[in-house]
């Protein structure tokens, strides 16, 4: 009995061994008018269970050459051929399996030429992630395993592999192994890479949580000053600012000199110069929440808008406002103090609210110093406005006090 169950189980496996695809067979089912050369990369297959099938496989490792279609230049494409099992000990072709893509005569990017590359817009490297990760652990770095994948010789896929705490609302930070797939893009072989595309891999297999540690609502909102987005945007804004010191805005003491010297920039400065001033002395809630020197999105367009109406549009500031225009003020119970500085026209009015302000504390005791509170500039683009500053022949016919 025993030698027959033997006997038995050995037929069955010599079978199963005999059915399986010869070398020609898997030649034949991968040779196009573009193969040159097909080399396996082990002597023999394997035989696996596909879990998802439901169905046993049998799978070959190759290596194929082909023609790329470019000019003196071939794909090297790794892979496995893939067959299902049929039954009655044969298999069926399914399908090919790419591991890898390259080009003969083009080296895959360095890992430091990827990390010049996409470091230039991190933003478009984490997206949505770039809002939420609160630290990054291991910064991004090519994976063990890339898995290069040539779609042409100007694009290429690959993997790299970071890890980072992130903001789970309402719970915590979490940490995590994590991959990213990134795609880079060029214009000819021989020219840099101009664009990319990354997004993080969504493959459970990517993707591995090492801990959550649990805040309060109170103690994540703290979190968000600490976000990629945010410490990005604040080493962006210093360094802006630090190329506006260049400007030596005076430390004004008294409201009006601020006023008339806002006005004097406005008329005989630089855009550039103006938002150093601003910069300088903008009310701390003009800022992002932290900040000294990073604006939101609303009060950079913002501002933004103020210098293209004061210097770069139709009619500018200098030819609406005379340099010794008409102010009246309005003073306000808090020391604050609103200044309408009048145009040359009618309907043309720009005001600065101007005052004291909390600037932080030293033992406990607040510190104040000059800030703006409010500004608005106005400067008339229609085209009666200008015909009639643009009327005067001398300039001082319309600026009698200058």
């Given amino acids: 009995m025993k030698q027959l169950v033997f006997f038995g189980l050995f037929l069955t496996v010599s079978i199963k061994a005999l059915a399986q695809p010869s070398d020609a067979e898997i030649r034949k089912q991968i040779t196009n008018d573009g193969t040159k050369q097909i080399k396996f990369t082990k002597t023999t297959g394997t035989r696996q269970w596909n879990k998802d099938l439901g169905n046993w496989e049998y799978v070959r490792g190759v290596e ?36 890898d893509n390259h080009y003969l005569g083009i080296p895959n990017p360095t890992q430091q030429e990827i990390i010049d590359f996409v470091r230039k817009d991190w933003g478009k490297f984490y997206g949505y992630y770039l809002t939420v990760i609160t630290k990054l652990n291991k910064e991004p770095v090519l994976d063990n395993d890339p898995q290069w994948l040539w ?10 592999a970071l890890q980072y705490d992130h903001i789970i609302s309402g719970k915590g930070i979490e940490t995590q192994d994590a991959i990213w797939k990134v795609r880079l893009y060029r214009d000819d072989p021989k020219a840099p890479w101009n664009n990319f595309f990354a997004t993080r891999s969504e493959e459970a297999a990517d993707i591995k949580v090492l801990g959550l540690k649990e805040y309060t609502q109170a103690q994540l909102a703290s ?54 001033v601003c910069m300088k002395y903008f009310h701390p809630g003009f800022f992002v929440a932290g900040s000294k ?18 210097y770069n549009d139709k009619a500018t500031y200098k030819q609406m406002y005379c ?58 683009q229609d085209d009666d406005a200008i015909a009639y500053i643009s009327s005067f022949n001398d300039p001082k016919n319309l600026c009698k006090k200058d």
């Fill in 223 to 276: 979190f968000e000053k600490q976000t990629l987005q945010y410490t990005l945007a604040e080493a962006t804004a210093k360094q802006a600012a630090a190329a506006l010191a260049q400007y030596n805005i005076p430390d004004f003491k008294k409201n009006d000199e601020l006023v008339n010297y806002l006005h004097d920039v406005l008329r005989n400065g630089t855009p550039e110069k103006f938002r150093a």
């Fill in 64 to 99: 194929v050459i082909r023609n790329s279609g470019y000019p003196g230049i071939d794909l090297v494409v790794t892979g496995d051929v893939v067959y299902q099992y049929t039954g009655v000990g044969k298999y069926s072709y399914w399908k090919f399996r790419t591991i």
């Fill in 151 to 160: 779609h042409s010789p100007n694009s290429v896929e690959f993997r790299m």
């Fill in 323 to 380: 340099q010794n225009a008409p102010i009246r003020t309005e003073k306000y119970p808090d020391g604050r103090v609103m200044y309408y500085l009048s145009a040359a026209v009618n309907d043309c009015v720009t005001t600065f609210m101007v005052g004291l302000a909390n600037d932080g504390y030293k033992e406990g005791v607040m510190q104040t110093s000059l800030k703006i509170f409010e500004y608005y500039v106005r400067v008339r």
């Fill in 293 to 310: 020197v990073q604006l939101p999105a609303d009060q950079e367009q913002n501002l933004s808008n103020v210098i293209t109406a004061a």
